[in-house]
């Protein structure tokens, strides 16, 4: 059973389309995070809920909306897609974040946007 | 200056050599320090937690940290083929959400 999984894996799409990665955890962990990783493998925290509360949102333009339904999930959506967006995005989970708890990986979702 | 450095390789060593991965960072808070491995293609798996200074050892493994240095290192013994991946350091406080990630080294042992 996959702890952090997140689909689509890959997905290719035209300049202004509108997108959504889809992110569940079965690790029963409090908080979910969404990174980027650009092409030179930089990670870079983007937004982390806790319990379904925003905890976390870095300077990312606001075509990018992460949604909570419950603590399980964590899902990124992304309107008017640009260039600049291909990247890989990476779902991540851990137990109560603020006391250095490790954070666990999806497999990733590498976007092109063409 | 970035809040954590790390050397971005590649690293090219022959295997059954002694690896030495490094990290700096500026950040005095920092009291949790984790090592990731990642595969091509796959996201990034821990390798290795220490908090605060010291050493710690797994199999082939082992990560140290210097708080006084802001310095902190991954040795991996007898390297195999299998070790070739990225491997990131990542840091963070407690009272905090944010885990700071090195940009990664690339590691390559020839067979």
């Known amino acids: 059973d996959t702890a952090v999984s997140q689909t689509p894996k890959y997905l290719v799409t035209q300049m202004g389309n509108d997108k959504s990665i889809k992110c569940e955890q079965n690790?029963?962990?409090?908080?979910m995070y969404w990174y980027k990783q650009d092409s030179k493998k930089f990670l870079k925290i983007m937004f982390s809920?806790?319990?379904?509360?925003?905890?976390i949102n870095e300077t990312v333009p606001n075509r990018f909306s992460p949604k909570s339904p419950d603590k399980a999930h964590l899902n990124l959506h992304i309107n008017s897609l640009e260039l600049g967006d291909s990247a890989v995005y990476f779902c991540a989970s851990s137990r109560a974040g603020g006391s250095g708890n490790t954070i666990y990986f999806g497999e990733g979702s590498w976007l092109t946007v063409v | 200056q970035k809040e954590v450095e790390q050397d971005p390789g590649p690293l090219s060593v022959p295997e059954g050599a002694i690896v030495s991965l490094n990290c700096t960072y500026s950040?005095?808070?920092?009291?949790?320090f984790m090592w990731y491995r990642q595969y091509s293609r796959k996201g990034p798996e821990l390798l290795m937690y220490t908090y605060s200074s010291g050493n710690k050892e797994d199999g082939r493994f082992t990560a140290q940290v210097d708080k006084s240095s802001k310095y902190i290192s991954l040795f991996i013994r007898d390297s195999q083929p299998s070790d070739s991946a990225t491997y990131l350091c990542?840091?963070?406080?407690?009272?905090?959400?944010?885990?700071?990630f090195g940009t990664g080294t690339r590691l390559k042992v020839l067979a």
């Open positions: 690790l029963g962990h409090d908080t």
């Open positions: 990542a840091m963070t406080d407690s009272g905090t959400y944010k885990y700071i």
């Open positions: 809920y806790n319990n379904k509360e925003l905890i």
């Open positions: 950040n005095s808070a920092f009291q949790y």
